[in-house]
């Protein structure tokens, strides 16, 4: 029954609008920024045609009066004077409806504009628009804290402002941890909201993020985003990223040496760096686990160690110094350190040593090391044994000398050490060649006879000389434990020349037998000379019996005794030349004799008149 009447009443309503009244198209919204130019456009539709239109507009003073702000009809269009829009609106009308226009708009035509059709007869309406503004903000700027921010905070602690200015209306702020939304969460996320406006009538917003940060934050990002409307739309803007310093208690260290490889010997230098993982770096302390009492501390994480020695050899701790630190777990880092040496190089015996002859000796090298060590023996510079000890066996002259050891540790090569031992061997004098010698010399010939001998303590030699008087010692010659004599000697007759080299420990003796050969050979001493002497023998008589006998015939030729004619002369010429052609094939090796002894009786005759020194 009710659901009837109420149908009933609706219906007749209808009947009555369509009638006799107009309808008011507006929008419900119009939106424009700041500054333009915003047109509100009232339509109207009368369902009788009217005998005449007004049309009034409206706006509503913050008090709440309303104002109107202009008039038409059909014959004037008017702005009313003094109103706040009196110099900023203007209207255009049409045959069905009114546009007004506000000029540059502001942020207080934000409200509602009304606009009043009154078609007289065919009746009269009212319908309303409302203006939006907007003014879009600055971009958000945004700062995050420069103390550092610390994961022990119970609270969210403030990590960032960001402000976005003069907008309209009131923009939003959003924030973004690694490019990822962070909403507000009790106890982990808070944003506090500062909203002011300006004289103006712009809006200024600020907004604080307080979160509560961990470890990994030291590598977040924080942005944040300005969200705004903008007609017909929402845009956003989103600020630079900025990074917190997050401050975090040390958990791990990590210890180790510096340089970082090989093995470290004394009088290095040496860094033993801790490095914790907290931040910011607490302060160290170095303790050793020999000397607990004693501390180091160090801002920078570093123990220098220099010039090292065996003695800092050890285990070193460091502990960071966390003053605040929620240990629940000691933090310590440890290193073992290893100082390496090589202690001076002991020879025994020390410095020399007297072996006698035959005698065998062990010297030995040692020298202390931390590591294994390779030891050498030399002498002259030449290797002669290998290992800490060096067997002399049977020491002879040979064996004397200087030996060095030199004592290397193969994993180390920067160790090094040497030492050395003079080996004297005593024994009697040595010749060098011992064997005695026979010699056979022309007469008058100088000879050098020569005699070294080695041994120690150093031979003196001396020589005997039975025979040939004349003799003489040239100055001796003395090489470490050997020595040198050499004498001339001028061979007259058969001669024994003994070299005697003693020293305190024993004699040795070598003689020289000469047998002296006269110049002149009593007997011949071989075929080819002897018969190339008689040869000469021969020619010589022959010569000579031819030279007497040529005398001889001249003589008597002289005297007249003997008839001389040409033919007689030509007779013993022929006879010489008959001789000689029968006897061609002698005489010419009679020549070839004559040449060879002649030559050998030069060098005989060179050898009595020059100094031996030329022979
Ligand atoms: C005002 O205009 C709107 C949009 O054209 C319309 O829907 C509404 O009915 C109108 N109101 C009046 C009271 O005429
Ligand atoms: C700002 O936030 C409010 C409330 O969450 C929301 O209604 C409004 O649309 C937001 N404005 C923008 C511009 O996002
Ligand atoms: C922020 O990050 C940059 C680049 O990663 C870095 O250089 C700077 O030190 C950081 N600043 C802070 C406060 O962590
Ligand atoms: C050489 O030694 C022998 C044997 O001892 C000795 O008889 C001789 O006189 C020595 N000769 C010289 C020149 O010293
Ligand atoms: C003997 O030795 C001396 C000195 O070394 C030398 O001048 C001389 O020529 C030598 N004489 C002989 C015959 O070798």
Redesign the pocket.
Known sequence: MIMKNSLLLLALYYAWEVAAQVVLNMEDVVEVYKGDSAVIRCQYSFTQDPSMVMVQWFVRTPEGRRVRISYSDLTVQKVDENTMYTDRISVAGDSDGENLIIMDVKLSDEREFFCQVNGLAAGNGENRTHLKVFDPPEQPVIEAVHSGVSVKNALPSKIATCEAREGF????ITWYRNNKPLHPEKGRVNVVTLVTMDLSGLYAVQSELQYKVEREDQDSIFSCEV???VPGA?L?ARSRGVNVTVHYPTTNVKMWREPHEGLVKEGDTVAIRCQGDGNPPPPIIFTREQQPEVKTESDRGVLLLKEVTRGDSGVYNCHPLDLDAVSDKEVVGSVQLTVHYLDPAVVVPKDSEVMLKGESLAATCNALSSLETTTVWLKDGVEVGKGHTLQLRDATFATAGHYDCEVTILSLPGLYTSGSVHIIVQGAPELRDTEDVTMMERMGKWVNLTCEARGHPKPVITWSVVGSPNWREFPKREVEDSIQSVMTLKVTTDTLVTCNATNSMGLETKTYTITSIPIVPSAPRSSAVDTSGVSIAIIIVSILFLAILGSVLYFLHKKGKLPCGRSGKQEIMNAYSTEETTNKGDIVMEMKAEKTEKSGLLKGVNGDKKPPSDQ
């Open positions: 209306p009131k923009p939003n969200h705004y409307h929402i956003w």
